[in-house]
């Protein structure tokens, strides 16, 4: 029988931060010790989750990351790749998750249009952005996310240099929250803002009220990451 999904809605705080939500009240509601993602490493827990991307979004802000500035993340489907993509939220800035198997070009491209102030990437992706990081006007810092023989910034280095997690961005349920670009088909990739509520409506009209997901379920997302469907599919 068809659904009427046309009564469907989440209403959403005006002061609302989609890190707090889908990663810190897991904690404050005693989730702690449930799973929240399954890996080649095993299992990691909320509180594991919840420390790891605490230890991240400092390292961002001591790196100099502010709120709202974009930070372009180049990652392999990983639990780093989740880590700073909550992190950056988490300290209001906006991640930029890109297709992995893009050239050179594409890249200076999308640092450049959305003027990002710091790279993640991950070590094997790294040689993608040895011809076009050096002349970047908006770029500061280049984090990878593994062993990097150059000797640069090393994701894990500076995650567990931090002790203490810095505050939640006090964010609006209208900020921006990530960017995604356009695959370009019909012209130049479009970056396309996704907002701090966008999430839980995806979590909450189509993984809930569709889906029926429970907190007993487990999802595997055969999308990378980097794809919308993806992060639907990973994160919410």
């Known amino acids: 029988m068809n659904r009427d999904l046309s009564s469907l809605r989440v209403d959403v705080p005006r002061k609302y931060n989609a890190a707090q939500h889908f990663v810190d009240?897991?904690?404050?509601?005693?989730?702690?010790?449930?799973?929240?993602?399954?890996?080649n490493a095993g299992q990691h827990t909320y509180?594991?989750?919840?420390?790891?991307v605490g230890r991240t979004s400092a390292a961002l802000a001591t790196l100099g990351v502010d709120r709202e500035q974009r930070v372009l993340v180049c990652m392999l489907d990983t639990l780093e790749f989740a880590a700073v993509f909550w992190g950056a939220i988490r300290?209001?800035?906006?991640?930029?998750?890109?297709?992995?198997?893009?050239t050179g070009s594409d890249y200076d491209y999308m640092l450049r249009d959305s003027r990002a102030v710091a790279?993640?990437?991950?070590d094997a992706l790294y040689d993608r952005f040895t011809g076009c990081i050096e002349d970047q006007p908006f770029l500061k810092q280049v984090v990878v996310s593994g062993s990097h023989p150059s000797g640069g910034l090393e994701l894990d280095t500076l995650i567990k240099s931090e002790?203490?997690?810095?505050?939640?961005?006090?964010?609006?349920c209208d900020d921006a929250a990530f960017w995604l670009y356009t695959s370009g088909s019909?012209?130049?990739?479009?970056?396309v803002i996704h907002h701090q509520s966008d999430l839980i409506q995806t979590?909450?009209?189509?993984?809930?009220?569709v889906l029926g997901i429970r907190p007993d379920d487990r999802v595997f997302s055969a999308a990378k990451l980097?794809?919308?469907?993806?992060l639907g599919n990973a994160m919410t």
Do not use: M
Request: aromatic share 10%; charged share 15%.
């Open 203 to 209: 979590a909450s009209l189509y993984g809930d009220q």
């Open 226 to 230: 980097f794809f919308a469907y993806g």
């Open 91 to 102: 300290i209001g800035a906006v991640p930029v998750p890109v297709n992995t198997l893009l």
């Open 163 to 172: 002790a203490v997690a810095v505050p939640v961005a006090e964010t609006c």
């Open 186 to 191: 019909t012209g130049t990739p479009k970056g």
């Open 119 to 122: 790279l993640v990437v991950s």
């Open 25 to 39: 009240r897991h904690l404050d509601v005693g989730h702690g010790e449930r799973i929240a993602f399954v890996d």
């Open 47 to 52: 509180a594991d989750f919840v420390d790891r």
